[in-house]
């Protein structure tokens, strides 16, 4: 709740060695080594070339393991932690905190969204722009712009939440926009509580990779608090969440849907009034 292998520079040495015997009527002396200081020479230009060789092998190593590690970062999965997951199947959420708001009536001026979902129906939600701003102004840039409409739902684990806002919907892609992650964990104060019908934002393990990918949550989770950003709760269409998670069939016990399976979000609707 997401190097290039260096060509290896041929030996120097490619010259093929002149016969320097022409025979026994030769003289004697044409079968003699050639001067000592030339095979030095010779010597130290091969360990040279060596040692140049073996520079750009290691430079390249390096940068190909470098490179490695910006592609993993980069195509790290959006997600909620996998301790949130085996909390919410042992039902072991704590309470809310003391001064967390724990539902839509602790949110004054809320702004709603209408989340409609193909096949089952609209589910509106009060967000609150006081608790998490820069996460609401994100989440409502995009649903204006469109970015949600044909979406999917892909990760969904009954009796904890369900996940969606992926153009790829595999859990690696978003928005091209990544926003600061407003939670205590990364020194936003947020009061707002993951029980049963928040909204929240997914991300990776860097905590500043929120983009487009949110969940509701069906069941009190509340260990998500101060590690994820929740920015509002479901007012009404609670019902269509819990259809929508006892229907689902995961291939795995990560919540993954399979494609042709995953719930369409048909629009997102901005309003400023209820």
Same mark, same amino acid.
């Given at each position: /709740? ?5 060509k290896?520079p041929? #030996?120097?040495a490619?010259?093929?060695p002149?016969n ?8 004697k002396?044409k ?5 000592g ?7 130290i ?13 290691l430079?390249?190593?390096?940068a ?13 999965e959006?997600? %909620?932690?996998t ?10 959420? $704590?309470?809310?905190?003391?001064? /967390?708001?724990?539902g839509?009536d ?8 209408d989340?409609?979902v193909?096949?089952y129906?609209?589910?509106t939600? @009060?967000?609150?722009?006081s @608790? ?13 712009d469109?970015f949600?409409d !044909? ?5 969904i684990?009954?009796?904890?939440m /369900?996940?969606?806002g992926d153009?790829e919907?595999?859990?690696? !892609? ?5 926003i ?5 964990a990364n !020194?936003h104060d947020?009061p ?8 929240? /934002? ?5 905590? $500043? ?10 069941s009190d ?11 509002g709760?479901?007012?009404?269409g ?15 016990? #990560? ?7 995953q719930?369409v979000?048909?629009s997102? %609707? ?5």
């Amino acid at each position: /709740m997401e190097g290039k292998s260096q060509k290896k520079p041929q #030996n120097a040495a490619q010259g093929k060695p002149q016969n320097t015997s022409q025979g026994k009527s030769q003289n004697k002396q044409k079968n003699k080594p050639q001067n000592g200081s030339q095979d030095g020479k010779g010597l130290i230009i091969i360990c040279a070339a060596v040692a140049v060789v073996v520079v750009l092998l290691l430079v390249a190593f390096i940068a190909r393991g470098l490179g490695a590690g910006r592609d993993a970062e980069q195509n790290a999965e959006t997600t %909620v932690a996998t301790e949130a997951d085996d909390g919410a199947a042992e039902g072991t959420a $704590d309470a809310a905190g003391d001064g /967390m708001v724990t539902g839509p009536d602790g949110i004054e001026n809320p702004i709603y969204a209408d989340i409609t979902v193909e096949g089952y129906g609209t589910i509106t939600v @009060a967000m609150d722009a006081s @608790a998490a701003p820069i996460t609401v102004e994100n989440f409502i840039a995009l649903a204006e712009d469109g970015f949600y409409d !044909g979406l999917t739902f892909h990760r969904i684990i009954d009796g904890f939440m /369900m996940q969606g806002g992926d153009p790829e919907g595999t859990g690696l !892609g978003g928005a091209d926009q990544e926003i600061v992650g407003e939670f205590s964990a990364n !020194g936003h104060d947020n009061p707002l509580s993951h029980t049963r019908g928040a909204i929240s /934002m997914a991300r990776s393990q860097n905590y $500043d990779s929120a983009s487009s990918q949110f969940f509701i949550v069906q069941s009190d989770s509340t260990y998500l608090d101060g590690q994820y950003a929740a920015f509002g709760y479901v007012t009404s269409g609670m019902e269509y969440v819990d259809q929508i998670c006892r229907d689902a069939k995961p291939t795995d016990g #990560n919540g993954t849907i399979a494609k042709e399976d995953q719930p369409v979000i048909t629009s997102i %609707v901005i309003r400023r009034e209820e």
